[in-house]
């Protein structure tokens, strides 16, 4: 079993930066994607960025630019760097890891950008 935990979020104005944190524990293995997606209230969670063992990135258009995701494989944890936040960033960020076959998912933590 994997643990996936969050940490990071809050309530920020227009225009500010949070980094969110996840830390991986358990079973993980040497060589595992992981990556960042986020739910809306009444929308369907969507890709926001992914960063593979190797370091390759990946990030959905909307937020190319201003996040950026990164990781530290000697701690297991995984970054996410968001920079000029809009209210539209608003949405509760999740945390996933692909390990094998298995997807892992983490509790969740809260981004509020006010306007």
């Known amino acids: 079993q994997v643990q996936l935990v969050e940490s990071g979020g809050g309530l920020v104005q227009a225009g500010g930066s949070l980094r969110l944190s996840c830390a991986a524990s358990?079973?993980?293995?040497?060589?595992?994607?992981m990556g960042w997606f986020r739910q809306a209230p009444g929308q369907e969670r969507e890709f926001v960025a992914a960063?593979?063992?190797?370091?390759?990135?990946y990030y959905e258009y909307s937020v190319e630019g201003r996040f950026t995701i990164s990781r530290d494989n000697a701690k297991n944890t995984v970054y996410l760097q968001m920079n000029s936040l809009k209210p539209e960033d608003t949405a509760v960020y999740y945390c996933?890891?692909?390990?094998?076959?298995?997807?892992?998912w983490g509790q969740g933590t809260q981004v509020t950008v006010s306007s």
């Open positions: 996933n890891a692909e390990i094998g076959v298995f997807v892992y």
């Open positions: 358990g079973r993980t293995s040497s060589d595992y994607a």
């Open positions: 960063i593979s063992w190797s370091g390759s990135t």
